[in-house]
């Protein structure tokens, strides 16, 4: 049963718009959850979190939305550039966990339109 | 500052064998993770190396197993080789306690058993 879901497994945004990739999870004891973004031949690298006491986190262009209620959070790019094509795994954990690892999504390949 | 790196980077192995692939963790990091992806999923969680010692474990059979040496570097063993291991094998460092649960991955090892 997968614990992380991310539903869409890609998305296509014009260049200059707002990207939305969504992730959902269904273990109440996550607090801490993260995205990573992935190059063709890279490994992911990580891009932004939040932790389970906050709503949002911004970093730049990017911004992370979390609603507990809802089991939900967003990722929010914006402006989308080209360079942000990849695919972007939504991952999570649980602190108290100890040396659990991170749960990751199948991630959603983002695609950005010139 | 040096990444982590990963070798060998593909290898090809037949059912039945054995398999050992290798990591240097990012300098000034003392803990190794290593994760399994398989083609269209998200990185799966192996086990984690802490002191020399695994400190953490998915749900992955004992035929998988590792090292963690006094330099921080790390060996991630696989025996008697299935076809579903065939993946790309990440490995990533951070240092303890993982408080962020920020990862930094190597490239990957991509591993086919044919």
């Known amino acids: 049963d997968q614990q992380v879901k991310q539903n869409s497994p890609s998305l296509s945004v014009q260049e200059g718009r707002i990207s939305i990739l969504n992730c959902d999870y269904t273990n109440s004891m996550f607090d801490y959850f993260l995205w990573y973004k992935k190059y063709p031949a890279e490994g992911p690298t990580f891009l932004i979190s939040?932790?389970?006491?906050?709503d949002k986190n911004e970093d730049g262009r990017f911004t992370v939305f979390l609603n507990k209620s809802a089991k939900h959070l967003s990722l929010h790019i914006v402006p989308s550039q080209p360079g942000d094509s990849a695919v972007y795994f939504c991952?999570?954990?649980?602190?108290?966990?100890?040396?659990?690892?991170?749960?990751f999504g199948k991630g959603t390949h983002l695609i950005i339109q010139p | 500052e040096t990444g982590v790196t990963q070798s060998p980077t593909h290898l090809i192995k037949t059912r039945g064998q054995q398999v050992t692939l290798r990591c240097s963790s990012q300098s000034g990091h003392n803990t190794v993770s290593w994760y399994q992806q398989a083609l269209g999923q998200g990185p799966q969680f192996i086990f984690q190396?802490?002191?020399?010692?695994?400190?953490g474990r998915g749900n992955f059979p004992p035929r998988f197993s590792g090292l963690q040496f006094p330099n921080y570097s790390s060996e991630l063993n696989v025996n008697a080789l299935e076809l579903d291991d065939s993946a790309l094998y990440l490995c990533?460092?951070?240092?303890?306690?993982?408080?962020?649960?920020?990862?930094?991955f190597g490239e990957g090892s991509r591993l086919t058993v044919l």
């Open positions: 991952a999570a954990r649980y602190s108290g966990g100890g040396a659990d690892g991170l749960t």
């Open positions: 990533a460092s951070s240092s303890a306690p993982l408080l962020a649960g920020e990862l930094f």
């Open positions: 939040i932790s389970s006491i906050k």
């Open positions: 190396y802490y002191r020399e010692e695994e400190n």
